[in-house]
């Protein structure tokens, strides 16, 4: 059987813990692991200013050629034992799209290895990075409305779900429903989005869906990204998922499903 974990963060993640691509490889082959997907936060669109006080959302631009080749060598080392693919988890940032565009079309086949995020939604005039921490969350929630923090993060998954950027789109979405992730601390009376809807649009776009084990660490969640009614309307609905740890230290590759 083929077991991929196709979401998985490297040494390039300002947030990360810094330990080598190799040791994520070598893990994933002691789990008995046939494809991991390196995905690192691609770096934020030029005039993008990264909302989270230590501007450590993504990678840095100087680091991509660095991470891609050590990506390549990975992969040749390791042929016939673990799969090594490299893309990037690209973030969806409205009204950059032309600068997104531009890295996929710069970097075609790693694209094709890639996910394709929402962390960032303008809520209340200002950008704000929605899965920063429960503390920030509540805080932005009690300033701009919770049910605004949901209405908006829901309009921007319906054009993620679109492909907006057509050929070089990258092929899995990531964590559908990011936006749970503090649901125990707080959430709105009703749920204003309509998730089947979003779905429906992904499916016929042709996405995989990032089955994304990350949430099941999260005290606040406790469960995987797309929780399971969606999983299962997923499946009706005929998306294919793909498994992904999130990791972003080795020790959690194939967390939740290994």
């Known amino acids: 059987m083929t077991i991929i974990d196709g979401h998985v963060h490297s040494p390039y993640c300002p947030h990360g813990t810094g330990e080598a691509m190799e040791a994520y490889v070598k893990e994933a082959e002691r789990r008995g692991i046939s494809v991991l997907v390196f995905t690192e936060h ?17 990678m840095r631009p100087e680091d991509v050629a660095a991470y891609l080749e050590e990506g390549e060598r990975l992969r040749n080392k390791y042929a016939g034992r673990v799969d090594v693919r490299c893309g990037f988890e690209v973030d969806y940032i409205e009204g950059f799209e032309d600068e997104t565009r531009r890295f996929l079309e710069e970097h075609r ?17 200002s950008w704000f990075c929605l899965d920063y921490s429960a503390d920030s969350f509540v805080e932005k929630a009690k300033e701009a409305g919770i049910e605004n923090l949901y209405e908006t993060y829901g309009k921007t998954m ?23 992730k503090f649901r125990k ?17 992904a499916a016929a776009s042709g996405y ?25 309307e ?25």
Do not use: C
């Not at 669109?45 to 501007?55: A, L, Q, S």
């Not at 601390?185 to 649009?201: A, T």
């Not at 998922?241 to 590759?253: C, E």
């Open 208 to 232: 995989v869906l990032d089955f994304n084990h990350a949430g099941l660490r999260k005290p606040d969640y406790r469960e995987a990204y797309p929780e399971p009614w969606m999983v299962e």
């Open 185 to 201: 601390r707080i959430q709105p009376e009703e749920d204003p989005i309509n998730w089947k809807g979003i779905l429906e649009k």
């Open 109 to 125: 086949e790693a694209a094709m290895h890639s996910i394709l995020s929402v962390h960032f939604i303008k809520a209340d005039g």
């Open 42 to 58: 691609a770096p934020l669109p030029g005039g993008f200013t990264d909302p989270v006080p230590e501007k450590d959302s993504a």
């Open 234 to 258: 997923a499946k009706r609905i005929g998306m294919k998922l793909q498994t992904g740890s999130d990791a972003h230290s080795p020790k959690d590759v194939g967390s939740g499903f290994v």
């Open 158 to 180: 319906e054009k993620v779900a679109g492909k907006p950027f057509g050929k070089v789109n990258p092929p899995v979405l990531g964590h559908i429903n990011l936006i749970h």
